[in-house]
């Protein structure tokens, strides 16, 4: 029996050796899944151009996919990609997509989970573009690119209302601008709305993960109830960050409240603070985001054409607010039940259930992927 080395006796540079090894098996790990991905998309397009062509050319409808499913299925036992629903899923995503070079260079950069939640919660080509711009830059799991789209993030996203066209250089701002959003959701903390400024402020600390993906790419949390001496005097900013693209400190102000001009003054005077005794000389003007109960926006207007330093205003919503034609046409389960058994009869549908998604039919009918 071979004896190991003690740890006394190994070579002085095993453990940095060892680890830096760690990372390289890694790195080949992650790049297979990427390929293998890569290949996945590729091919299910590719079924699903072949369908489609077929479809147009012969005439030929679902009978001939459920044939089709039957015998790919009896040539490749070991995968579970090719059950009816699962190729008229390839055949709507080659619909969707029927540029092949689009696909290659970009979607398939994205896992085969992304596509099909791109396809069932999204009508427009715009829109889905929109996302998958995002998942790709951001690399989104499958789980936060449902949770962005159902957040209605590309409505959000550079909506906060700001004076930064007058108080920036024109590339700093139009990059602050999409940083910001209207609302923010906060429904993760599960407060209530009538929730006070600290309780608010207490609980998106100790959720600071989630509030930093609401948040957006690259903020990074500096601190809560951070301290500045002014005078001799003491003030308290609710919570400070710092942006690593934006290269400044964010400082972001609570209010329970709807906006009221004098908390554009409040903050005013936090980001001189800031930008006087915090900030380094290569770091860009501090930015200042005030989070309001709600706003006027007429009033938020004229309210930050006074203000000399860079700032936005935005709502921010504790519990997510359910659409009205929703609220009072609720399905019964009945209803649902009826939904999630779907026929198939629509040959030219993208199989969907009650409320768009497809998990259940995905990890059954589809080969894993990684998100």
Not at 6 to 30: C, F, M, N, T
Not at 60 to 74: C, P, T
Not at 148 to 176: C, M, W, Y
Request: aromatic share 10%; hydrophobic share 40%; glycine share 6%.
């Amino acid at each position: 029996m071979t004896k190991l080395l003690a740890e006394a006796d190994l070579p002085a540079d095993y453990a940095h050796w060892l680890s830096s090894l760690k990372q390289r098996i890694q790195s080949a790990q992650q790049r297979a899944v990427l390929a293998v991905n890569h290949e996945l998309v590729l091919l299910y397009w590719q079924i699903g151009r072949d369908i489609l062509e077929r479809q147009q050319a012969q005439g030929w409808g679902a009978k001939v996919i459920d044939r089709l499913a039957k015998d790919l299925s009896a040539a490749f036992p070991e995968m579970k990609g090719f059950a009816p629903r699962s190729l008229k899923y390839m055949r709507a995503f080659a619909q969707a997509w029927p540029e092949p070079e689009f696909v290659q260079e970009v979607l398939a950069q994205l896992p085969w989970y992304h596509q099909l939640t791109l396809l069932d919660k999204l009508k427009s080509r715009k829109e889905r573009e929109w996302y998958v711009v995002r998942a790709i830059e951001h690399g989104w799991s499958r789980n936060i690119l449902v949770m962005q789209i159902e957040t209605k993030l590309h409505q959000r996203q550079g909506a906060a209302q700001t004076n930064f066209a007058n108080r920036l250089p024109a590339v700093q701002s139009d990059l602050a601008r999409n940083t910001l959003k209207d609302p923010y959701i906060f429904d993760f903390l599960g407060l209530g709305e009538e929730a006070q400024e600290r309780d608010i402020e207490l609980a998106l600390v100790q959720h600071v993960t989630k509030f930093l993906l609401e948040l957006g790419a690259g903020f990074a949390f500096v601190g809560r109830q951070y301290r500045l001496t002014v005078g001799d005097e003491e003030f308290y900013i609710d919570l400070l960050f710092y942006h690593l693209k934006l290269r400044c400190y964010v400082v972001v102000e609570l209010k329970a409240t709807p906006f009221k001009p004098e908390y554009a003054g409040q903050l005013n005077f936090y980001l001189s603070a800031i930008d006087a005794d915090v900030k380094a000389k290569d770091d860009n003007p501090t930015i200042g985001l005030l989070l309001c109960k709600d706003h006027n926006r007429t009033v938020a207007e004229y309210a930050l054409r006074g203000m000399d330093k860079p700032m936005g205003i935005a709502n921010y919503q504790l519990v997510r607010a359910i659409p009205e034609n929703l609220a009072t046409n609720l399905p019964t389960i009945e209803q649902i039940e009826m939904e999630l058994q779907w026929s198939g009869d629509d040959d030219n549908s993208v199989p969907q259930d009650a409320d768009g998604a497809s998990d259940d039919v995905d990890k059954t009918d589809h080969p894993g992927d990684a998100t």
